[in-house]
């Protein structure tokens, strides 16, 4: 019985990491880091920037609102606190209506 829940709740964890994988798109995550290192090297880069990083990754103004789900972490990984990381996503997400 031992082996049985820990060979299911094996299952289930590869399971997991596997449809995950799947559902990044290397474009989108490419794109997500990219406004994080522009965060970072410009943290006053206004909307319009942001934009443009989007328009160059070819990133669809309906898929906009994925890829700003990724920028929070990027924003954290480039040492930002959680209250300015909040306060760079409103940029993020007025960039979404600019993005054609």
Known sequence: MKFLIIGL???VA?????????TTNPAEQACAEEIGELIRS???AGSQA??????KH???????YKVGAMVMPQL???GLKAEDA???MTR?????????
């Open 14 to 22: 590869v399971f997991l990491i596997r449809r995950s994988k799947q």
């Open 76 to 78: 954290r990984k480039q």
């Open 9 to 11: 709740f094996v299952v």
């Open 86 to 88: 909040r306060l760079v």
């Open 50 to 55: 942001i934009a443009e990083v989007f328009s």
């Open 42 to 44: 410009d943290p006053e």
């Open 58 to 64: 070819g990133i669809a103004p309906s898929r906009c």
């Open 92 to 100: 993020v997400r007025s960039a979404y209506s600019r993005v054609s």
